[in-house]
């Protein structure tokens, strides 16, 4: 599962913005570390802690295509993992750090709503829970993700943007880098970061080891 959605404990133009990418960052950081805290009532599916899911060698996959006007997310599908699920805006919480949907909704996507609207150019963050106590969430099969499958976007104009996986990478939360999670590697692409918990889960600590993080790039649009 991602974090809960309960509180958590506790120039010149350029330079502003730059700050204000700091501070994002930094609360996403907070967030990449605390985003395997939660219920942990099911096993997570096996993924380890290091990573990768990597495209085989010589393995080629489709060009990116250029991004798309900026359009607000609806529902997202990963056809060969069979996940179909709404899309709703999620913001970041008093500490900075992005706020999941509830628990409540176990099987809704949450986009960050302040950042990068999927098909536009830059990295769009969808999070979404991996179980609850009882049951699997949305995200729990996502580490089956595979390079070369698609993951499509309903947008809030009708339009449906496809992305194509290019890796799905495990960080151990104790090494987690949020810039090489939630920045762009092309800021001239449309990027998607489709992100939940995996390693294992510590009934002590409550948490889980890593997050699973899935990478893909728009390669078709109507």
């Known amino acids: 599962m991602t974090v809960p959605s309960g509180p958590r404990p506790a120039g010149t133009g350029r330079l502003v913005t730059g700050v204000a990418w700091a501070l994002l960052l930094g609360g996403l950081w907070l967030w990449g570390r605390e985003v395997t805290e939660g219920p942990g009532g099911l096993s997570a599916p096996t993924t380890g802690d290091i990573a990768a899911v990597g495209r085989p060698l010589g393995e080629p996959l489709p060009p990116a295509r250029d ?6 997310p609806r529902r997202v599908e990963i056809p060969s993992l069979g996940i179909t699920a709404p899309v709703v805006a999620r913001g970041l919480d008093a500490t900075g750090a992005i706020d999941p949907p509830p628990y409540e909704m176990p099987h809704t996507v949450g986009w960050f709503g302040s ?21 699997p969430a949305v995200f729990y099969g996502l580490s089956a993700a595979r390079p070369g499958a698609k993951v499509r976007v309903t947008r809030s104009d009708g339009s449906v943007a496809e992305f194509t996986i290019d890796d799905v990478q495990v960080h151990p939360r104790d090494h987690f880098d949020a810039r090489a999670v939630y920045g762009a590697r092309d ?15 510590d009934p002590k600590s409550n948490t889980y080891t890593a997050n699973v993080v899935v990478s893909a790039y728009l390669t078709a649009a109507p």
């Open 187 to 201: 800021p001239h692409r449309a990027e998607l970061r489709l992100i939940t918990c995996g390693g294992t889960f």
């Open 67 to 72: 991004p798309l006007d900026p359009v607000e």
């Open 115 to 135: 950042g990068t609207r999927p098909g536009a150019a830059g990295a769009a963050l969808l999070v979404g829970h991996v179980d609850t106590e009882t049951r």
